[in-house]
């Protein structure tokens, strides 16, 4: 008699809580799109369909300036944290192990494990420091807030390509008299653009998504998208906000969607 395999999805009560905890996740945001189609000014009592909503949002100035700061704030600190997170992960990966090399992996890893509340109180205090002493109030500190932040987020697929890139091509480089430069330039480089722009999406996602660490450092004035959304719920709330919130699942699912047919394993 044929040994049965053991699969999970045949234990009693497993589908109804696999379904459970899709409804659970997902509910949620299904009534928030579908409100912010809502022709009435209720966020709980449907009125009817109509999108003046999205039009409002769209004609809005201070969602406008919003919108334009936090996809400024998330282009630089994509960037930023990227760059920086290519050089950490080839220094981590493109060479024999070290000791020590444990302790800097999870140093840069760090923003993930600690809450984030830490993280933002922390650079509150620092900034709060330069800011006595420079007199400076602009954008920088939040892009370098979120920088900061997003550096493991852009770090880990970049670092799990390069570990899944075979050193023989970069070897064969060098034994043809490439400097380091070049075989960075034409070999590693192009082979880890997938996971360079794989971490940047993540990282340009995160920063734009954030609130914690933006309510913590941003200046009178620096509202960002999130922060100006949650600025409107402490007040008289109205579809308006299921609409901008709609627009930004939107972009979020598209980056994500792009980063996961990046990231996955081709056959």
């Not at 905890?21 to 809502?38: E, G, Q, R």
């Not at 970049?158 to 380091?180: C, H, K, Q, V």
């Amino acid at each position: 008699m044929a040994e049965r395999r053991f699969e999970i999805s045949r234990i009693p009560g497993f589908a109804t809580v696999a379904v459970a905890t899709f409804v659970m996740l997902y509910l949620p945001i299904a009534a928030l799109v579908t409100y912010s189609f809502n022709a009435g000014n209720s966020v709980a009592v449907w009125e009817g369909f109509s999108l003046h909503w999205y039009q409002d949002a769209w004609n809005n100035q201070a969602v406008k300036d919003a919108t334009a700061r936090s996809l400024i704030i998330a282009v630089c600190a994509a960037v930023i944290s990227t760059s920086v997170a290519t050089l950490a992960a080839m220094g981590t990966t493109r060479r024999a192990r070290f000791r020590g090399d444990t302790f800097i992996y999870v140093a840069i890893n760090q923003p993930l494990m600690v809450p984030e509340i830490v993280t933002a109180v922390a650079l509150m205090i620092l900034f709060g420091m330069v800011k006595t002493w420079t007199g400076y109030q602009g954008l920088g500190y939040l892009i370098l807030a979120h920088s900061a932040f997003c550096i493991p987020f852009a770090y880990l697929p970049i670092r799990a390509r390069l570990e899944g890139m075979d050193l023989s091509l970069e070897t064969a480089a060098g034994d043809l008299y490439a400097t380091p430069w070049q075989t960075f330039r034409h070999v590693t480089l192009p082979l880890l653009g997938p996971g360079i722009l794989a971490g940047a999406m993540l990282a340009f996602v995160i920063s734009l998504d954030d609130v914690i660490i933006t309510e913590f450092v941003k200046s009178g004035g620096q509202d960002t998208l999130p922060t100006y959304m949650l600025g409107q719920l402490r007040r008289t709330m109205t579809p308006e906000v299921n609409a901008i919130s709609t627009a930004l699942l939107a972009l979020t699912v598209v980056l994500l969607t792009a980063f996961f047919l990046l990231t996955r394993k081709r056959d």
